[in-house]
């Protein structure tokens, strides 16, 4: 590897110091820092260690790892804190081996957790399953770093045996267990904590976030493209700058050509919060934490880092990562092989009775329970409301924006899972997705049954991806890889992305991320009131409704 220098205005964040500076990069690593003057010199770019995303879901950007990179070097993130529970909860240990093989074909730092949570609950049916021993075997891994999300809460309260083992097993291995506990507060917080979990990505709320970081806990501040929680917690950051991160969590592929970590540091600086606290949030904190190796612009570190045009915006003009230059001037330099393909889709296509909803169903109840979306939560409300029947059929109510919603087994032929939603919107046709968090199973909302059949079976038969139906339209992202991931060119996927987003917005979505929020209504770990392959779920009791 080339040896090479730079200069500029060094941040050293550690010494909460910046002055002009120039660097001796050797072999992938800092030889010499040669200090040119005690100040900054004014005209010059700022040279920072680069940006790290402290909890993500890469699946989620519908990219595999590789593009995923492609796109976030740009905006100088160099690292990335990633659960890949979404494709293991598909794929098994098969699906957790190919996201680290495919991360390791381009120069991008990828550190891997040990899905904790695989299924997620057993109120739904999953594609694999990774009990205490196989999250071990992952744990025990050079490239696994810690232990993923423990979503499972109530078992860590009431001491699960499974639970349990997979906790004391990253404590063995002396690797972090992050948290997942939306809403917990008090005793319970106290004793979720006091299990050995860390980290925690779910706060909504400021109280509920310094509760927390008081007890001990590091807070990671989630803005992705649906749970978007900077807002409510950015604050915290005057005073916690060494208990906190960023994270996006679920970022879609437009959102990410967008911009990454790099807008939060905008955004918190914009906000008033110190420029030190902002850079240890966003480049210093997760490396210490997870023991990351990363460089952080110190002589003997890893040439990890970024050059930027200001302090205020962080436009990023270049992107080192083991002194190798891998984006600059917007642009990546990341060269991309087409990936394999894995999959677990076993279901048939649908018929549009399937999807009927006879009165009898509900039992002469007069008012049905509905699920409430939230823009930007994960949360929803659960509500009740008078049905609109149609000969002795419940059906969509677009004028009071009752729709209706179903979770379609992908994994074996099922019968399909029905409920109703409102704040989706749709006035015309329906969309669906097969990213549905945590299981994946086939999740849609629509007005009527034929563009709702037509949606699922469109999905079905390509075996994955994101679809919108309506009004002799149809449009399909598909989504090869285990039904969450392309495996083409990230930029083409944003743009495709992008397309489908806007078709369900003409169909009346007023969401910002309407497939986004979709794929969310099927995740049972999050209150109040979701939708599994196995029936409506009170996420507060932990239980599933009966009619």
């Given at each position: 590897?080339?040896?090479?220098?730079?200069?500029?205005?060094?941040?050293?964040?550690?010494?909460?110091?910046?002055?002009?500076?120039?660097?001796?990069?050797?072999?992938?690593?800092?030889?010499?820092?040669?200090?040119?003057?005690?100040?900054?010199?004014?005209?010059?770019?700022?040279?920072?260690?680069?940006?790290?995303?402290?909890?993500?879901?890469?699946?989620?950007?519908?990219?595999v790892p590789s593009e995923f990179a492609n796109l976030a070097v740009v905006h100088g993130t160099v690292a990335t804190v990633s659960d890949p529970h979404e494709i293991a909860n598909v794929?098994?240990?098969?699906?957790?081996?190919?996201?680290?093989?495919?991360?390791?074909?381009?120069?991008?730092?990828?550190?891997?957790?040990?899905?904790?949570?695989?299924?997620?609950?057993?109120?739904?049916?999953?594609?694999?399953?990774?009990?205490?021993?196989?999250?071990?075997?992952?744990?025990?891994?050079d490239e696994i770093k810690y232990l993923s999300e423990v979503m499972n809460y109530p078992g860590v309260l009431n001491n699960d045996e499974e639970v349990m083992k997979k906790i004391t097993?990253?404590?063995?291995?002396?690797?972090?267990?992050?948290?997942?506990?939306?809403?917990?507060?008090?005793?319970?917080?106290?004793?979720?904590?006091?299990?050995?979990?860390?980290?925690?990505?779910?706060?909504?709320?400021?109280?509920?976030?310094?509760?927390?970081?008081?007890?001990?806990?590091?807070?990671?501040?989630?803005?992705?493209?649906?749970?978007?929680?900077?807002?409510?917690?950015?604050?915290?950051?005057?005073?916690?700058?060494?208990?906190?991160?960023?994270?996006?969590?679920?970022?879609?592929?437009?959102?990410?050509?967008?911009?990454?970590?790099?807008?939060?540091?905008?955004?918190?600086?914009?906000?008033?919060?110190?420029?030190?606290?902002?850079?240890?949030?966003?480049?210093?904190?997760?490396?210490?934490?997870?023991?990351?190796?990363?460089?952080?612009?110190?002589?003997?570190?890893?040439?990890?880092?970024?050059?930027?045009?200001?302090?205020?915006?962080?436009?990023?003009?270049?992107?080192?990562?083991?002194?190798?230059?891998?984006?600059?001037?917007?642009?990546?330099?990341?060269?991309c092989e087409k990936s394999s393909l894995i999959n677990n889709f076993n279901c048939s296509k649908k018929k549009l009775e399937d999807f009927a909803t006879p009165i009898s169903m509900y039992?002469?109840?007069?008012?049905?329970?509905?699920?409430?979306?939230?823009?930007?939560?994960?949360?929803?409300?659960?509500?009740?409301?008078?049905?609109?029947?149609?000969?002795?059929?419940?059906?969509?109510?677009?004028?009071?924006?009752?729709?209706?919603?179903?979770?379609?087994?992908?994994?074996?032929?099922?019968?399909?899972?029905?409920?109703?939603?409102?704040?989706?919107?749709?006035?015309?046709?329906?969309?669906?997705?097969?990213?549905?968090?945590?299981?994946?199973?086939?999740?849609?909302?629509?007005?009527?049954?034929?563009?709702?059949?037509?949606?699922?079976?469109?999905?079905?038969?390509?075996?994955?991806?994101?679809?919108?139906?309506?009004?002799?339209?149809?449009?399909?992202?598909?989504?090869?890889?285990?039904?969450?991931?392309?495996?083409?060119?990230?930029?083409?996927?944003?743009?495709?992305?992008?397309?489908?987003?806007?078709?369900?917005?003409?169909?009346?979505?007023?969401?910002?991320?309407?497939?986004?929020?979709?794929?969310?209504?099927?995740?049972?770990?999050?209150?109040?009131?979701?939708?599994?392959?196995?029936?409506?779920?009170?996420?507060?009791?932990?239980?599933?409704?009966?009619?």
């Open positions: 590897m080339n040896s090479f220098s730079i200069s500029g205005n060094l941040v050293d964040v550690i010494q909460q110091k910046i002055y002009f500076a120039e660097l001796f990069i050797k072999n992938g690593k800092i030889d010499t820092i040669k200090p040119l003057h005690d100040v900054a010199f004014s005209g010059y770019p700022f040279l920072l260690p680069g940006f790290i995303d402290s909890h993500v879901h890469i699946e989620s950007s519908m990219l794929c098994g240990m098969k699906g957790v081996e190919f996201m680290i093989e495919n991360g390791k074909t381009v120069p991008f730092k990828f550190f891997f957790g040990a899905p904790s949570c695989v299924p997620a609950t057993i109120f739904e049916t999953a594609g694999a399953v990774l009990d205490s021993t196989d999250v071990e075997k992952l744990l025990q891994r097993a990253a404590h063995k291995l002396l690797k972090p267990v992050d948290g997942h506990a939306p809403g917990l507060r008090g005793d319970a917080a106290k004793n979720y904590i006091a299990a050995g979990i860390t980290t925690d990505h779910e706060c909504f709320t400021h109280e509920e976030a310094l509760e927390k970081l008081q007890y001990g806990m590091k807070i990671i501040i989630r803005e992705g493209s649906a749970a978007k929680n900077f807002e409510a917690l950015i604050d915290l950051l005057k005073n916690f700058p060494n208990q906190i991160m960023f994270c996006s969590d679920d970022k879609h592929p437009d959102s990410l050509v967008e911009g990454h970590i790099n807008l939060l540091c905008a955004r918190a600086i914009a906000k008033g919060i110190p420029l030190f606290n902002v850079l240890k949030a966003a480049c210093i904190n997760p490396v210490f934490h997870y023991k990351l190796n990363v460089g952080i612009l110190r002589v003997g570190d890893f040439a990890d880092f970024i050059v930027v045009k200001d302090l205020k915006n962080f436009e990023v003009i270049k992107t080192y990562i083991n002194g190798q230059l891998v984006a600059e001037d917007g642009s990546s330099r990341i060269s039992k002469s109840q007069k008012l049905i329970p509905c699920i409430e979306a939230l823009d930007g939560q994960l949360i929803t409300n659960s509500l009740f409301f008078e049905p609109k029947i149609f000969n002795e059929t419940v059906v969509s109510d677009t004028e009071r924006d009752f729709l209706k919603i179903a979770v379609v087994n992908r994994y074996k032929n099922e019968s399909i899972a029905i409920a109703w939603i409102k704040n989706f919107g749709l006035k015309i046709g329906a969309i669906a997705s097969s990213v549905a968090h945590d299981s994946h199973n086939i999740v849609v909302v629509g007005v009527d049954d034929e563009s709702i059949c037509n949606a699922v079976n469109l999905i079905i038969e390509k075996k994955g991806g994101v679809a919108a139906v309506g009004k002799n339209q149809a449009k399909i992202l598909e989504l090869p890889v285990a039904g969450l991931m392309s495996n083409e060119n990230g930029y083409k996927v944003a743009t495709a992305y992008s397309e489908i987003d806007k078709m369900a917005k003409e169909f009346g979505a007023p969401l910002s991320a309407p497939f986004m929020t979709l794929s969310f209504m099927a995740l049972l770990v999050i209150p109040h009131l979701k939708l599994s392959d196995k029936g409506l779920f009170n996420g507060d009791n932990f239980e599933l409704i009966r009619n």
